[in-house]
């Protein structure tokens, strides 16, 4: 259950990110997709934690690394405003 709410959460982070890149949003909008990308990653890793089917893990391992690098590309944008 943990890995598809961290995949949703990394989906969900793309999208306010991508607004602000194309300048639809201000760059003070990137705060979203590094909370929401963030929560997503430690969600991941806990779901990668727990004792479930190795596809599930791989699923939580997978969602973590998306919502990470949505984390580094919005503190990117964050940073550059």
Do not use: H, K, N, Q
């Not at 995949?7 to 990137?30: E, K, N």
């Not at 190795?54 to 964050?78: E, N, S």
Request: aromatic letters at 4%.
């Amino acid at each position: 259950m943990r890995a598809s709410i961290a995949a949703a959460l990394a989906a969900l982070s793309i999208i306010p990110l991508v607004l602000c890149l194309r300048g639809r949003l201000p760059p003070l909008a990137a705060v979203a997709p590094v909370t929401l990308s963030f929560v997503g990653a430690c969600v991941g890793v806990l779901g990668a934690t727990e004792d479930t089917t190795v596809a599930r893990r791989r699923f939580a391992l997978a969602a973590t690394i998306a919502a990470t690098i949505v984390l580094i590309v919005a503190c990117g944008v964050f940073l550059t405003m």
